[in-house]
């Protein structure tokens, strides 16, 4: 729901040369960001039906397009960039156009993005409408970062998936890809500073190119999505001590990443220097959650060394997350770290750290409150892997919970829904993503006073948005029941 | 599998400027069926991976494109056209060329998809690679009807999801898409002879325009796939009687369809005169099934007619039947009716009916053996929507069990695997298909000494298809377990 909303009574149809125009923009789109966002705007709303032109309309009934003005003549797309943006659909007599007018062109992405869901194919005249006009729009979004995880260790996601995943966040205005790319049971990134480590695969087909990389990140910034690319030390690595065993406490007991051994961070170091090639997003995830130290202390080498450091298990964790935080700081970036860094040793961390909370609600008021950034994504509500969390959880899980101080609320960067892999492959990644994602994404974007106090009166809108998502190509779940439920009987798909 | 197959142990990189030739082809492609084949062929190759042409590879280890040689100079798409087709890749030393040798065009289509299977990335030279040349394929399909039952009355899928099912039934050659259109539940067909009828779709935007209806065909087509409309009457219509109450015995009593009303017959010509227009295969399905005759008796109308007509329900029913196939006949179509129709009067049916077969095994006997032709959809064994009918009873269910006289086995037209809709829409249909379907339609294809006896046999290379579709963005669902589950643990696509 867009922060302000006016709209009347009128109809316009869209023209048979519906086009962009651009006068007035500052914005040269020399890499055809706008343009193809209006390309992929015309295939949206003429995929579902034959378009008929043959009857003639008075001019005074036609839109015949888009002027986009944008403010700023940079493409880059970083944290808390203008999202914002104007759109004026209203009949003026002859030549009408819609107007558009943003800071920059992911505001303008999105006002196509909300354009495209005003337009509706009308069965009488057979032509695209934009009913209930005129609108006007101004829009922005709440919180900075919206984002959707997605894992590919534990299954492997094809290109082409990963890429419908983005085409569906943009649907939803969700701007951050939470790429968790290796983990335990896999390492499918070719890093070359360290090339056996994708030996780690599951097999030499499910991997990624340093090429495919940058592919989805262009992909991504096309459609106005950072890719956050995570890293997960030193739990959470099995997978790395395929190609580099010297990186595993031992042949029997493979995590944590061995903390004594330079090598383990001379690695790290070669990872985050290729990443940072291709992640342009200002941050990067470390990781740093479930860290079972126990291999540490009971592998003889590593026992020593913790003793001639008078580190014990919990001091060496600290350690090995602090020095990680360094290296990814000496490449540019700022850390994002799991909660669990900040409840352990929250006053050690970089100041700059953001920490990801996932446990459980109640920890954003304490991480602002100690002075650090947060990202919110309490698994009680907003893991996307628990199959049992409804629709109304995800709407009404509140960021700012017991936040109240204009101050502190300015540390909670905004959120995230999490698609962990274990159950997750290219045949059931969609709808178990939406139509839940949905919710929480209205949750993030939508200023607080216009969201629903109770869940249930935006269950329509919701239910439309799923069915347009089906529209679309998305195979977005039904809202009825847990979260990739198939359809209990036959029906309409806007009461499902 | 293909019919025959050679390979031998060398392998051909694709050139940048991979390209299709047609020389000493016949065929003049005007409505760009080849051209477009080849295009997806592109695609598909290439979707999954980032190819590097950097380095200079020798020319005679580049294949430079396909010459593709139709010898029909026909597009036309019909039951038992020529399938057939030839693939040679030979490295020959300069100008390296894969040949394509077809009757028709869409065994042109069919040639290009095999030779899509035999492309893959390799990930040490990051270019595109056809190993184990050289290949020498001579392949058939063993049934000229290889079937899909698509079900758009219990759930609408929009056409972009139909679009999809189309694609991924061309990957496993799947040839006729059994357009289940109307039931009970909707109507969400344009009949513009009887307008009011498609008043009993689900909703005013779950509605197919018969413009879509002929851009459904049309896309099948490009892809050698046919559209078999159906028509089930006089059962499963109630949704007919929105529009129009009088085909209703009363408003209590909403089916079958009212037989002592010329209107209904009148309405029932009305629909085939439109589906003529469009579906342009040579069979129309009328249904047939599941009739419960009961509100005809009850409803005092209608028993006056039967006893005028010195009818019981039975012979009412018949009448129906046959009244109908003549009217389908009468616009120049052949029939296919459900078995119900061949076990209660099968003598009575049009000569040139083909039945098809869904209750059990053990029908297409004893249906070719009372002269008439057959087409398998057994529920046992095919029916999608039984999730827990495993891809290997898909694979197993021989359509010529217990015929042996090669005249009787020509009377068998081929099968079908049935998605019906009840608890299938957008978010579900294609991991319910697949990868189950592909288990029948090697069936369906493949030569019968071909196959393999035992299913274990082809687990592997139906696990590899399995990731194809998945890597092609279609959400094939893993073999392990009953239909559409969701993946049991982490692990490689190739061991799910």
Redesign the interface.
């Known amino acids: 729901m867009p922060e302000s909303v006016e709209y009347g009574n009128k109809s316009l149809f869209l023209s048979k040369e519906f086009h962009l125009k651009t006068d007035g923009s500052k914005y040269p789109d020399a890499s055809g960001i706008l343009k193809d966002g209006f390309t992929r705007l015309l295939d949206v709303i003429t995929?579902?039906?034959?378009i008929?032109f043959n009857s003639k309309v008075d001019e005074s009934l036609l839109l015949q397009g888009i002027n986009v003005v944008v403010l700023s003549e940079s493409d880059e797309l970083q944290y808390d960039i203008d999202e914002s943006y104007k759109l004026l659909i209203h009949a003026n007599g002859n030549q009408n156009y819609a107007e558009i007018e943003a800071a920059t062109v992911y505001g303008a992405l999105h006002a196509l993005q909300t354009f495209s869901q005003l337009c509706?194919?009308n069965?009488k005249s057979?032509k695209l409408v934009v009913s209930q006009i005129p609108w006007t729009i101004n829009d922005k979004p709440r919180f900075s970062y919206r984002g959707l995880l997605i894992d590919t260790?534990?299954?492997?996601q094809?290109?082409?998936?990963i890429k419908?995943v983005i085409d569906s966040m943009a649907y939803a205005k969700l701007n951050v890809l939470h790429w968790h790319i290796v983990d335990t049971?896999?390492f499918p990134l070719e890093i070359p500073s360290f090339p056996k480590l994708w030996d780690g695969a599951?097999?030499?087909?499910?991997?990624y190119?340093m090429?495919?990389a940058?592919?989805i990140v262009s992909y991504a910034k096309k459609r106005g999505i950072n890719v956050l690319a995570e890293l997960d030390v030193p739990g959470h690595a099995v997978s790395w001590g395929v190609g580099y065993p010297e990186l595993w406490p031992s042949k029997n007991c493979t995590e944590p990443l061995d903390v004594s051994n330079e090598f383990t961070f001379k690695l790290i170091n070669g990872v985050l220097s290729d990443f940072s090639k291709i992640f342009k997003y200002k941050f990067v995830h470390l990781g740093g959650d479930e860290v079972d130290t126990s291999c540490w202390s009971s592998t003889p080498r590593i026992k020593k060394w913790l003793e001639e450091q008078g580190f014990n298990e919990s001091q060496a964790y600290e350690y090995f997350v602090l020095k990680a935080q360094k290296i990814a700081v000496s490449h540019g970036y700022e850390v994002i770290n799991w909660e669990e860094t900040f409840n352990s040793f929250g006053s050690k961390l970089d100041r700059k750290t953001v920490v990801h909370n996932w446990l459980g609600s109640g920890v954003a008021e304490k991480v602002v409150e100690a002075g650090l950034r947060c990202i919110v994504s309490n698994q009680d509500s907003w893991y996307l892997d628990h199959l049992d969390a409804t629709w109304q959880q995800f709407y009404t899980n509140e960021p700012l919970t017991n936040i109240t101080d204009p101050k502190l609320q300015k540390l909670v960067l905004g959120g995230e829904v999490c698609m962990w892999?274990?159950?997750?492959?290219?045949?059931?990644?969609?709808?178990t993503i939406w139509p839940r994602a949905a919710a929480a994404a209205e949750r993030l974007w939508t200023r607080r006073d216009k969201l629903a106090k109770k869940p249930e009166e935006v269950m329509t809108r919701l239910m439309h948005f799923r069915c347009l998502l089906?529209?679309?190509?998305?195979?977005?779940?039904?809202l009825d029941g847990p979260g990739?439920v198939?359809?209990?009987?036959?029906?309409?798909?806007?009461v499902?």
Chains 1, 2 share one sequence.
């Open positions: 995929a579902n039906n034959v008929e509706h194919f069965f057979r260790s534990r299954h492997y094809p290109l082409p998936m419908k049971q896999a599951y097999s030499t087909s499910e991997r190119t090429a495919v940058a592919d892999g274990e159950h997750i492959d290219g045949s059931d990644i969609e709808q089906n529209q679309r190509g998305v195979a977005a779940a039904p990739r198939a359809p209990i009987e036959p029906g309409s798909c806007y499902q």
